[in-house]
């Protein structure tokens, strides 16, 4: 089964409004990552948080980890058109030799 | 700097016909990985590799196999491809595969007929 679980699958929001999507997890993790996938593309790397750290931010991005709760949570701010896309998060286990588990994804949909 | 490379982009197959995708990175990356990406399923882990030689199974490796004979190329291979492997393949490579981030190709779309 897979490690990460997100929700909401699916996320329809005006420009400028905030996305946030939630991913849990259920084994010990070394970090957490977030990719995005535009339609018909491969993924690309967004931002990874580390077991030990609670909350991160790149630009517009905000992510926070709770590894009590093992879950994650990946805040857009301001969103724009250009953000449609499907978020994943990934968790790489704790020892599972670098093995990388995607999600299932969240499809944003922002309007303009 | 071409990143990470798959090829074929588009392939048909038969049922029963064997294939081979390939994916090369010029990073000098030590982890790779193939993923298989089906509608509502996410990414799946089917094999990976964390060095030249080696190849560890992931979520679902039945009917593929892979090879890592040399440090940029990865293979992934259907000897007997089924219906059930219609999907979008996607490979993927990272510097040591602990806190890293991953780099992927743009897929291989694969219809087996």
């Known amino acids: 089964s897979q490690q990460g679980e997100e929700d909401p699958q699916a996320l329809s929001i005006q420009e400028g409004e905030n996305a946030t999507m939630n991913c849990s997890y259920k084994t010990s993790i070394n970090n957490l990552q977030w990719y995005r996938q535009n339609s018909g593309r491969g993924l690309v790397h967004l931002i990874l948080?580390?077991?030990?750290?609670r909350e991160k931010h790149s630009g517009r991005l905000r992510v926070t980890l709770d590894t009590s709760k093992k879950s994650s949570s990946l805040l857009i701010t301001a969103s724009r058109a250009a953000d449609t896309a499907s978020y994943f998060c990934?968790?790489?286990?704790?020892?599972?030799?670098?093995?990388?588990?995607f999600g299932q994804g969240t499809e944003l949909s922002v309007k303009p | 700097n071409a990143g990470v490379t798959q090829t074929p982009k588009f392939r048909v197959l038969k049922t029963g016909q064997s294939m081979t995708l390939l994916c090369a990175q010029d990073m000098n990356h030590e982890y790779m990985y193939w993923y298989r990406q089906d509608p509502g399923m996410g990414l799946r882990l089917i094999h990976y590799s964390v060095g030249e030689g080696t190849t560890a199974k992931g979520e679902v490796p039945d009917g593929y196999n892979v090879s890592r004979l040399k440090k940029q190329n990865f293979l992934l291979g259907l000897e007997s491809a089924a219906p059930s492997q219609t999907s979008v393949y996607f490979c993927a490579s990272s510097y040591n595969g602990y806190e890293a981030e991953a780099f992927f190709g743009q897929g291989t779309r694969l219809t087996v007929v």
């Open positions: 990934a968790t790489e286990g704790y020892n599972q030799g670098g093995k990388l588990i």
């Open positions: 948080i580390r077991s030990n750290e």
